[in-house]
C-alpha cells in the first residue's frame, strides 16, 4: 500500500521569504503522479503543482516549485517570495497511473503554513 | 465555466440519521470521487464513479454508498450515523486531458453529528 508522509505539522514563514515543505512517501509502483494541493482557511482545495514520476525535471509553476527524489521518495515544495495569500494547509499527495486510468489520491496529513507580514 | 459544486454546505444531523450528499460535477465531467476530511484521520477516499458506475472504492464501511446520475450528478449517503460520521466531504470531478485527469475539489459539505 502507498503512504505519504509529510513530517512538518506546522510551519511559518516570513513575507517574500522562501520556505520548503517535506514531502516523503512510499510505493512499490513505478509510474504515479505526485502533487501539491493548498486548502485555504474557505477550504477549497487547489492543486499547487504536480510531477510525473517518468520525468526528471523538476516541476515549477510561478513561484511553486518541487525538488523530486525518486530514489529517495522523496518530493518537497518550494514556496519563493511568499505572500500573505500562501497562507494554508497544504497537503502532498499520491496517485497511481494505470496507463489507462488513474487512481484515487492518497494524502499526507498536511503541513499548516502560516505567512507572517 | 461553474466549479465543483456540493449541496448542503452545512449539515447537522442526529446519531442514528441518514444523510444525503449532493455533488455536481463542472459541465463536462464524467468522473466524480468523493472524500472524507477529519482532523484525526486527515483525508481519505470513499469512492470514485465515471459514467454511473463505482469504479473505485476506499475502505469504508457499508453505511457509506454512493451512486451517480445519467447528468454525472453524484450523491453519497451515510445511513446509521455515527460521531466519528462528523467531517468535511470532498467532492472532486475530473476530465482526461492529454493523458492526465484532471481533477477540481468542490468547497465541501460540513456534517456535525450530534
Partial sequence: ?117 | KAGVTQTPRYLIKTRGQQVTLSCSPISGHRSVSWYQQTPGQGLQFLFEYFSETQRNKGNFPGRFSGRQFSNSRSEMNVSTLELGDSALYLCASSFRLAGFDEQYFGPGTRLTVT
Avoid: H
Fill in chain 1, 1 to 117: 500500500a502507498q503512504t505519504v508522509t509529510q513530517s512538518q505539522p506546522e510551519m511559518s514563514v516570513q513575507e517574500a521569504e522562501t520556505v520548503t515543505l517535506s514531502c516523503t512517501y512510499d510505493t512499490s509502483e513505478n509510474n504515479y503522479y505526485l502533487f501539491w494541493y493548498k486548502q485555504p482557511p474557505s477550504r477549497q482545495m487547489i492543486l499547487v503543482i504536480r510531477q510525473e514520476a517518468y520525468k526528471q525535471q523538476n516541476a515549477t509553476e510561478n513561484r511553486f516549485s518541487v525538488n523530486f527524489q525518486k530514489a529517495a521518495k522523496s518530493f518537497s515544495l518550494k514556496i519563493s517570495d511568499s505572500q500573505l495569500g500562501d497562507t494554508a494547509m497544504y497537503f502532498c499527495a499520491f496517485r497511481r497511473d494505470y496507463g489507462g486510468s488513474q487512481g484515487n489520491l492518497i494524502f499526507g496529513k498536511g503541513t499548516k503554513l502560516s505567512v507572517k507580514p
